[in-house]
T-cell receptor, first 114, second 117 residues
Framework: AQSVTQLGSHVSVSEGALVLLRCNYS??????LFWYVQYPNQGLQLLLK??????LVKGINGFEAEFKKSETSFHLTKPSAHMSDAAEYFC????????????FGTGTQLKVEL | NAGVMQNPRHLVRRRGQEARLRCSPV?????VYWYRQLPEEGLKFMVY????????ESGMPKERFSAEFPKEGPSILRIQQVVRGDSAAYFC???????????????FGEGSRLTVL
C-alpha cells in the first residue's frame, strides 16, 4: 500500500520568504510523486511530478521539489513567496503500472502575509 | 474548453433524495477517476473506471453509491438516499489509457459540491 504524509496542515510565510511544504511517502515499489495546488472552490492543478527521471523537479510558478529516496521525502519549495501562492497544496503518490490512481495527503494550507 | 467538465457545480438535496453527478473527461481520455473531498480532509479515492468497466472501486461505500462510464456519454456518480454525511465536494479526474500519451498525472475537473439538507 502507498501513502503520503504532509507535515503541517497550515503554513504561514511572509511575502518574499522561502516556502517549504513537507511531504513524506511510503511505497513498497518505486513511486511516482506529485504536487497539486487547489485554489478556493476550484479543482486541482498539477504543479510538478517525479516519475523516476531527474530527482530535482521544476514545476510551474517557480516551485520545485526534490525526490530523496533515503529520506522518503518529496518536499516542495519556492525561494520567494508571492501573495498569489496562497492556496492548498496536496502531495500525492502513485506507482508505475497501477494506472494513474493517486493517493493524496491531507493537504497543507499556505498563507502568505505582507 | 478541452478540460474535464463536471456538472452540476453545486447540488442541493434533501435527505433521502438521489444525487447524480456527471463528468466528461478530457477529449481522448479513456480513464475516469472519482474522488471525494470532505472539509479539512484530503481527497479520498472512490472509483476508477474505463469505458464500460469498473477497474477499481475499493474506495466506494458499499451501499448507496454507484458509478458508471458508458460507451457513449459522461461518467455518472450516483448517490441514492443521500444523508448529511454525503455533503462534500466530488472531483472527477481523467487520464489517457496506457501508452506513450500517459504521463502519469490526473487531470481534474472543478468539482461538484453536494449539500444535503
Amino acid at each position: 500500500a502507498q501513502s503520503v504524509t504532509q507535515l503541517g496542515s497550515h503554513v504561514s510565510v511572509s511575502e518574499g520568504a522561502l516556502v517549504l511544504l513537507r511531504c513524506n511517502y511510503s511505497s513498497s515499489v518505486p513511486p511516482y510523486l506529485f504536487w497539486y495546488v487547489q485554489y478556493p472552490n476550484q479543482g486541482l492543478q498539477l504543479l510538478l511530478k517525479y516519475t523516476s527521471a531527474a530527482t530535482l523537479v521544476k514545476g510551474i510558478n517557480g516551485f520545485e521539489a526534490e525526490f530523496k529516496k533515503s529520506e522518503t521525502s518529496f518536499h516542495l519549495t519556492k525561494p520567494s513567496a508571492h501573495m498569489s501562492d496562497a492556496a492548498e497544496y496536496f502531495c500525492a503518490v502513485s506507482r508505475a503500472g497501477g494506472g494513474n490512481k493517486l493517493t493524496f495527503g491531507t493537504g497543507t494550507q499556505l498563507k502568505v502575509e505582507l | 474548453n478541452a478540460g474535464v467538465m463536471q456538472n452540476p457545480r453545486h447540488l442541493v438535496r434533501r435527505r433521502g433524495q438521489e444525487a447524480r453527478l456527471r463528468c466528461s473527461p478530457v477529449k481522448g481520455h479513456s480513464h475516469v477517476y472519482w474522488y471525494r473531498q470532505l472539509p479539512e480532509e484530503g481527497l479520498k479515492f472512490m472509483v476508477y473506471l474505463q469505458k464500460e468497466n469498473i477497474i477499481d472501486e475499493s474506495g466506494m461505500p458499499k451501499e448507496r453509491f454507484s458509478a458508471e462510464f458508458p460507451k457513449e456519454g459522461p461518467s455518472i456518480l450516483r448517490i441514492q438516499q443521500v444523508v448529511r454525511g454525503d455533503s462534500a465536494a466530488y472531483f472527477c479526474a481523467s487520464s489517457p489509457g496506457s501508452g506513450g500519451t500517459n504521463t502519469g498525472e490526473l487531470f481534474f475537473g472543478e468539482g461538484s459540491r453536494l449539500t444535503v439538507l
